[in-house]
C-alpha cells in the first residue's frame, strides 16, 4: 500500500502563487508516477500534471501549460505542484496519486492510490 497526503492549499488573491506537496510513505518504490488532479464544485476531475519518480519525466495538461510545475523529491519522497498566476478558474480540491503503471498516463484510472485532497481557492 501506499499513502498520500497534499498539503499546501489555501485562499489566494487571482495573480498569486501556491506551492502544494504531497508526501508519499509505505511501498513507494511499487509506483512508476505520481499525479496531480484536481475537481471544481459541480465538474468531473480532471488530470493536471503527472511526473515519474525515476528520471523525472513530466506531462501536463494543456490548460496549465506554462503556469504549473511538477517535480518531485526522491529522497523524502515527496512531489510538488507550483501553480502561478492563479486564476479563479483554478479553484478546486486538488489531489495527488500514484500509479503502478509503466507509463505517464493523464486518465485517472490509471492511478491505484489517492490522497485525500487538499482545497486552492482563488479568489478575483
Known amino acids: 500500500q501506499v499513502q498520500l497526503a497534499e498539503s499546501g492549499g489555501g485562499l489566494v488573491q487571482a495573480g498569486g502563487s501556491l506551492s502544494l506537496s504531497c508526501a508519499a510513505s509505505?511501498?513507494?518504490?511499487?509506483?512508476?508516477?505520481l499525479g496531480w488532479f484536481r475537481q471544481a464544485p459541480g465538474k468531473e476531475r480532471e488530470f493536471v500534471a503527472a511526473i515519474t519518480w525515476s528520471g523525472g519525466s513530466t506531462r501536463y495538461a494543456d490548460s496549465v501549460k506554462g503556469r504549473f510545475s511538477i517535480s518531485r523529491d526522491n529522497a523524502k519522497p515527496t512531489a510538488f505542484l507550483q501553480i502561478n498566476s492563479l486564476k479563479p478558474e483554478d479553484t478546486a480540491v486538488y489531489y495527488c496519486?500514484?500509479?503502478?503503471?509503466?507509463?505517464?498516463?493523464?486518465?485517472?484510472?490509471?492511478?491505484?492510490?489517492w490522497g485525500q485532497g487538499t482545497q486552492v481557492t482563488v479568489s478575483s
Open positions: 496519486a500514484a500509479g503502478t503503471r509503466l507509463y505517464l498516463s493523464s486518465r485517472g484510472t490509471d492511478y491505484d492510490y
Open positions: 509505505g511501498r513507494t518504490y511499487s509506483t512508476f508516477a
